[in-house]
């Protein structure tokens, strides 16, 4: 049975005995005597109730089961150093930080002003930045990311995160301006009746709008990722519907169309996990009520 008094500097020279091959190596090594070594090897074993090295014609040899644990060691022993790195790096209570995650199909014309007032009126909060994807949702349950700014469908039923709403909208169909809808002064959700639609094959709320729409599609593309999809739109062989603030926004030469029709809206939250008390979530909170406009309670509205 594992004695929790067991000390890692065991397990450290354990490594080392078998990374050198002998007792006698590691000892010349570590600068110390074989019978020193050989006491503390005694003491490990008694303490971890296992047999970690046997007499053999050439000295003491590894068991099996000092073989087994020899293999996974190493892995262990790196993972611990670099987390103790890790905790060395940790700055005093008296600063904080802000590990904030950024779904990455959001555009960053609608995040930018929130990062730049954020930054402006808490320059002693350490801001981090990074992508988060769907399967990086791990990370905002688990606690090693902060808070997030998600789609309001995105991670909607999870019971252990707390949601501030901060945008809501109607989905839109884009498409690339030459593309072929007809009249571009009477566009209208008919006018994309004969399109081909394309939208991720991760996306279920994209598939869900399509039969949203007055007609069925007669060609539907999945794509593997959004840059995928971006060229298909771009290069106008078909079009999407995604909610608003997506990073087609920021490209000139694709145009949107409200689904004006719809009962539903779709949007932007801030996302954390409930038990999550750095403070410096709450500042990003109010700084997204003073950047973004009050949503009406109608506007709340979300499709799945």
Known sequence: MYHKKTSYDFLY?????????????????????????SKKIVQMESELDITLFEPGSRGMIPTAAGLYLYDKLDTVLWNLDAMLQQAKNIPPESSMNLNL??????????????IRNFTQNHPDVKL????LSWPDRRRLIDGRMDAALTYSIGLANEPRLTRKPIFRAKPC???HKQMS????????VESFRNATFICLNTD????????DLPFEPQNVIFAESLKS????VNAGLACTVLGPAQQFYETADIAFFELSDVEYTIGIDIVWEKSNVNPAVSLLVDCAEKVFPPIKREELHDPF
């Open 101 to 114: 995650g950024i779904t990455d199909m959001i555009s960053g014309n609608f995040y930018r002003q929130l």
């Open 181 to 188: 809808v007809g009249n571009v002064d009477m566009i209208s």
């Open 204 to 211: 279920v709320a994209a598939m869900n709008m399509l039969r």
């Open 128 to 131: 981090v930045l990074s992508a």
């Open 173 to 175: 169909i884009y498409y």
């Open 13 to 37: 020279l354990f490594r080392d005995i078998m990374r050198c091959g002998s007792f006698q190596k590691a000892a010349k090594e570590a600068g110390c005597t074989t019978a020193s070594i």
């Open 229 to 232: 999809l971006y060229l298909y």
